[in-house]
């Protein structure tokens, strides 16, 4: 069952959105980046944001949890619903999003000034929140970041002793600790070797049972290994960024509807 | 060509550089020593009492040097001057940093390199026509309704000359120093690492303190170090605005009673005796230890810092 | 298949600014409120203009934008405006301060100064005489010889030195540089010490321009020591490896391609290290003697400067002195914000390029 949008190649699973934007365009300064996107995420749905660089997909997740606001020149236009609400409403303020939808950036950047221990409890430092026991929050984020086994005896090392793919579980784990709805992730594995991006994929499997998760990959076989929907982004000379296609992650590689995404899933360009 | 020849020429090349690098590394010790030969009269003569002792009298044979009434002054000028500069000069770098758009924070850099280069003979004058006249009615207020506060109490009328002022003087002269320092290690901190604090929750408030200021400590603290190196060596600044009295005041800030090594060097030179001119060189080596210590500190400091940051 | 537009921005692409009604009547309220209210308080009470500032003020200002603040973002919130406030405070503070130096040289100065003062020396001049006549000619000129001179040992001797730490591969590259930044902090007056127990306590010269120079040497060596090893440091690896490839020796390598690609950069680290040492004082009073008369011989006699020439006006302690301290000193700030702003303009371009 299909729901038609505008763009008649953008279909939509069939369940209750958790998260949706709604004709989201993007300016910086005054050039037009992304054009009027428009977005489902399902509960507990995985979807991967495709496209070749420059495409406006990382620019795009950045609008998700407001944190697109805070590069300079930033413009926006449309509106982002977490649970029917609009984030981007007057008087709400964007911290209260941030703990909602947690991030993960491209390059691993846990705080080097912090122990292991502490850049999993930063985001509670830093929002100012307490729990009942510290040692157990680590020690489950870690966990599900599947971590715990290489560092639970180090705990108090900095985290900057740790190996690359390391550090993206860390701040995967570091972003748990808030227990988000949400997490979007702007292409977590792009610095990380085959081995830890496997791993990284295993978690992102598990963590869906319980929270909604948005990866942006440049990788095809990622997105088809890890997400239940795929948007695919383009960018086309003298034109903004925006969505070609949307659907299913099986139909939008198996049958794509758009002879753009048919090349693109192919790799004839990107 | 000849291969030798080649190598002679880089020979005298290498042993020109070689040969500055060690002429100014033997500068120091040249400075340590020369005056400590200068000073070694005095040093023997008054013995630890040189540095214990509260008299200066050069009148009578052999004469009583003493200063700890400056070295005691020098410290709580400079302790006065970072109280006042450092949390302003960190705000001042946050606020260039973090809160101002970025042409306003394009222009404070530049003026605040600027006035970093601010002659302290010019601060001086300003201290003496400018300043004094304000600084002695706030030390007025100070003294009558918070006078209960020993720091505070005065039995003198007027504070012209008194400590908070030349303390105030000195903080004007160091705040461009430790602003440009800590506004240079703040805007190295990694902006990935402040996204990553946005996005976890962070409020500016919280984001300063847990992952701006940690990151960028041993920096600010190098350039609070560079500050009070500064602050302890300054000379015309103070000397204009600072009573130089043989009378040890450890902490009474509004009293017009103070005492600067480096002053209490330039207000004696011109008509010093032999005697009182050695006694005037051990004066400059005490001062001179002092400085460098906390230098070596500073200097240790930021190339930790800057090794940190660079790995 | 159709083509997107690209569209202009529209005026409101930035809904985190907008804000409600109800929001900007607090904005307004915390702006205005304690203002008004300080006013009030410091007038119904007697209270004396600073200490309304500080102690009646600044609490009101920060509580009334924590409570603006708890009542729009809640708790958290209200530590985000207490820091604005406090670091606007704070700033505000320093912007006063140093723009009162400014504007009181700049002032005083120009009301003091005359075209002839900038060339005129100060010969016959005394407490009585109208500053229609007599000026710092001397002194500038003074300034230029003694500081040219320190200018023209420290810059060689100062470049040689980061040539060693970022040329070779000399063993001592790290106390070097230890002992380099720890002279930074040198005290001026113990370089004045200093040159005085080399020079005139055993003898050898009376206190003169030279021996002023000598000391502004060491205090200027640290700051161009510093500021070359950084800019050499920026001369890409690929250029130095490209010339010792060609057959050139290091030296030729240093001086054809190295330097030439370090220019701009020297240049500005000489510049700053002049700025540095331009407004000394205290070296100066102890090895060279003020002289109201011109003199060009930096070897002998006695020799005023800027720095030396205000600092003798204010201890003579007249009226037409204090004026003339004032004039001197906008010559001096003159002269350093002169170098300053050439060492921006050259390292501006530089960028540029």
């Known amino acids: 069952m299909n729901l038609q949008t505008q763009n008649s190649n953008i279909a939509v699973m069939d369940a209750d959105s958790h998260l949706e934007a709604r004709n989201i365009h993007v300016w910086f300064k005054e050039r037009h980046v992304l054009s009027d996107v428009s977005l489902h995420f399902p509960t507990n749905s995985v979807t991967a944001l495709i496209g070749p660089s420059g495409c406006g997909k990382s620019t795009f997740i950045r609008t998700l949890n407001r944190m697109h606001e805070l590069i300079p020149g930033a413009g926006l236009a449309g509106s982002v619903y977490l649970d029917n609400e609009d984030i981007y409403a007057a008087g709400v303020d964007p911290v209260t999003i941030r703990l909602r939808v947690g991030m993960v950036f491209q390059k691993p950047n846990p705080f080097p000034t912090m122990t292991i221990k502490g850049n999993v409890l930063a985001g509670l430092r830093l929002s100012n929140r307490r729990t009942r026991d510290e040692d157990e929050l680590v020690e489950s984020c870690l966990n599900r970041a599947s971590l715990w086994n290489e560092v639970k005896d180090r705990l108090d090392a900095p985290a900057g002793s ?109 | 060509m000849n291969t030798r020849q080649v190598a002679k020429g880089d020979r005298a090349f290498f042993a020109v550089s070689t040969a500055a690098a060690f002429f100014t590394m033997s500068l120091v010790f040249a400075v340590l020593i020369f005056l400590s030969i200068r000073s070694w009269k005095t040093f023997s003569e008054q013995g630890l009492a040189f540095i214990t002792g509260s008299t200066w009298d050069a009148t009578s044979t052999p004469g009583t040097f003493q200063i700890l009434p400056m070295l005691v002054g020098t410290l709580v000028v400079s302790i006065l001057g970072l109280i006042i500069a450092v949390p302003t000069s960190v705000a001042v770098a946050y606020f260039i940093e973090y809160m101002a758009p970025p042409k306003v924070a394009k222009i404070a850099t530049s003026l605040i390199d600027l006035l970093a280069a601010l002659p302290s003979v010019v601060i001086g004058l300003w201290g003496l026509y400018v300043l004094i006249p304000h600084a002695v009615t706030w030390s007025k207020l100070l003294s009558t309704h918070l006078g209960f506060i020993p720091f505070f109490r005065t039995d003198f009328d007027n504070a012209q000359g008194a400590p908070f002022i030349a303390g105030w003087t000195v903080a004007i002269m160091i705040i461009p120093i430790i602003t440009s320092v800590s506004r240079e290690v703040m805007g190295r901190v990694d902006k990935e690492l402040v996204s990553a604090a946005s996005a976890l929750g962070g409020t500016n408030f919280s984001t300063m303190r847990r992952v701006v200021l940690p990151t960028a400590k041993s920096g600010i603290l190098g350039g609070i170090l560079l500050g009070l190196g500064r602050a302890l060596g300054e000379t015309v600044a103070i000397f204009f605005v600072l009573n130089l009295v043989f009378e040890t005041n450890w902490y009474r800030v509004l009293e017009p009673k103070g005492g600067n090594v480096a002053s209490l060097i330039v207000s004696k030179f011109a008509e010093a005796t032999a005697t009182e001119i050695s006694a005037l060189m051990a004066a400059g080596v005490v001062l001179f230890v002092l400085t460098l210590i906390v230098n070596m500190i500073a200097t240790s400091i930021v190339q930790r810092a800057e090794r940190k940051m660079a790995s | 298949m159709t083509t997107l537009e690209l569209l202009p921005r529209p005026k409101d692409a930035a809904p985190w600014r907008n804000r409600s009604k109800s929001l900007l009547t607090k904005i307004a309220l915390a702006s205005v409120l304690p203002v008004v209210l300080a006013i009030a308080i410091g007038k119904a009470f007697g209270i004396p203009g600073p200490i309304t500032l500080l102690l009646v003020f600044l609490p009101l200002q920060l509580l009334a934008s924590g409570l603006a ?222 002289n109201p008369n011109t003199n060009v011989n930096v070897f002998s006699g006695d020799m005023s400067t800027l720095p030396t020439y205000i600092f003798a006006f204010l201890t003579a302690g007249f009226d037409t002195g204090r004026a003339r301290s004032w004039a001197a000193a906008f010559l001096l700030l003159a002269v350093v914000g002169l170098i300053f702003g050439t060492a921006r303009a050259i390292s501006a371009k530089s960028i540029k390029k």
């Open chain 3, 69 to 290: 603040a708890l009542s729009t973002r809640g708790k958290r919130g209200v530590a985000d405006s207490q820091l604005n406030v406090a670091v606007l405070f704070a700033t505000t503070f320093v912007a006063i301060m140093l723009g009162s130096v400014l504007f009181s040289v700049v002032s005083f100065g120009l009301n003091a100064i005359s075209p002839h003062f900038a060339y005129q020396n100060n010969v016959y001049v005394t407490s009585t005489t109208s500053l229609e006549y007599g000026g710092a000619g001397h002194a500038l000129l003074g300034t230029v010889l003694v500081v040219g001179l320190a200018a023209l040992i420290a810059v060689p001797v100062g470049i040689a030195v980061a040539v060693y730490l970022t040329e070779t591969r000399g063993r001592f590259r790290g106390p070097v540089r230890f002992f380099a930044q720890s002279m930074s902090g040198l005290p001026s007056i113990v370089a004045g010490l200093f040159i005085f127990a080399v020079f005139v306590s055993t003898g050898i010269s009376r206190p003169a321009g030279w021996l002023a120079s000598s000391a502004l040497v060491l205090l200027m060596l640290p700051t161009v020591i510093r500021m070359s090893e950084e800019v050499l440091k920026l001369v890409p690896g690929d250029l130095r490896s490209a010339a010792l490839a060609l057959g050139a020796p290091q030296r030729k390598a240093f001086f054809l391609v190295i330097m030439p690609a370090a220019k701009t950069g020297l240049v500005t680290a000489i510049l700053l290290g002049i700025a540095r040492i331009v407004g000394e004082t205290a070296p100066l009073l102890l090895t060279m003697r003020v």
């Open chain 1, 162 to 270: 740790l190996s690359g793919g390391q550090q993206q579980r860390l701040c995967i784990a570091r972003s748990l600790a808030l227990a988000p709805e949400v997490l979007l992730m702007d292409e977590p594995c792009s610095a990380l070797d085959p081995g830890s991006t496997r791993r990284i994929e295993e978690t992102i499997r598990e963590l869906s049972s319980d929270m909604t998760v948005v990866i942006v990959t440049h990788n095809m076989q990622q997105a088809q290994r890890v997400s239940d929907q795929t948007a695919f982004f383009l960018a086309e000379e003298g034109q903004p960024g925006h969505v070609v296609e949307f659907g299913s992650t099986d139909n939008l590689f198996s049958s794509p509807n758009d002879p753009r995404t048919e090349d693109y899933v192919n790799g004839r360009f990107g």
